[in-house]
Antibody, heavy 122, light 108 residues
Framework: EVQLLESGGGLVQPGGSLRLSCAAS????????MGWVRQAPGKGLEWVSS????????YYTDSVKGRFIISRDNSKNTLFLQINSLRAEDTAVYYC???????????????WGQGTLVTVSS | SYVLTQPPSVSVAPGKTARITCGGNNIGSKSVHWYQQKPGQAPVLVIYYDSDRPSGIPERFSGSHSGNTATLSISRVEAGDEADYYCQVWDSSGDRYVFGTGTKVTVL
């Protein structure tokens, strides 16, 4: 059974940093692209970032480029999102998600974690 | 940047068919994925690669696309289908995923 378990969310002041983690199990982690999707309170889904199975290719939405860094540790089946220079508009539930197809970053997300809440406020 | 537009809401009577549209420039040339999200829950993939259903998704859910519009159809609608629905594509020109604006489906 595929499981994705996020952690690392919390309350942080503007300009602060957090590191989100996503522990994966139930599939061959290194062969699937992974991604982060966020959802601000009462708003729609927003894709944040994706990373290829090897970690060699990373992709970001424009609003987080230069502030967020996606990475993965395939030896520990864990996905990360380092989020820096946080702004109020980054407040959201952050979901970790698995791409549906091996190797490619375009198959949609077939499994999602339960989400971790990041609140940016002074 | 690539934009996907969905109607904010769709209402449908039980047993009827709900059709949710997703408009985007030449979306017919892209692979479209659809998600269902119920309040307080993570999204669930209901259609991927335009018309494929993941295991466990009822045959009542189907997808199509052509030209500038993709459509998710839900036949024989049930009360449990009430949720928000989002379309998604991979925009290869910008190397990014794009989600639609979302549609709230209400079962009357």
């Amino acid at each position: 059974e595929v499981q994705l378990l996020e952690s690392g969310g919390g309350l942080v002041q503007p300009g602060g940093s957090l590191r989100l983690s996503c522990a994966a199990s139930g599939f061959t982690f290194s062969t699937y692209a992974m991604g982060w999707v966020r959802q601000a309170p009462g708003k729609g889904l927003e894709w944040v970032s994706s990373i290829s199975g090897s970690g060699g290719f990373t992709y970001y939405t424009d609003s987080v480029k230069g502030r967020f860094i996606i990475s993965r540790d395939n030896s520990k089946n864990t996905l990360f999102l380092q989020i820096n220079s946080l702004r109020a508009e980054d407040t959201a539930v952050y979901y970790c998600a698995k791409d549906s197809q091996q190797w490619v970053v375009q198959g949609g997300f077939d499994y999602w974690g339960q989400g971790t809440l990041v609140t940016v406020s002074s | 940047s690539y934009v996907l537009t969905q109607p904010p809401s769709v209402s449908v009577a039980p047993g009827k068919t709900a059709r949710i549209t997703c408009g985007g420039n030449n979306i017919g040339s892209k692979s479209v994925h659809w998600y269902q999200q119920k309040p307080g829950q993570a999204p669930v993939l209901v259609i991927y690669y335009d018309s494929d259903r993941p295991s466990g998704i009822p045959e009542r859910f189907s997808g199509s696309h052509s030209g500038n519009t993709a459509t998710l159809s839900i036949s024989r609608v049930e009360a449990g289908d009430e949720a928000d629905y989002y379309c998604q594509v991979w925009d290869s020109s910008g190397d990014r995923y794009v989600f639609g604006t979302g549609t709230k489906v209400t079962v009357l």
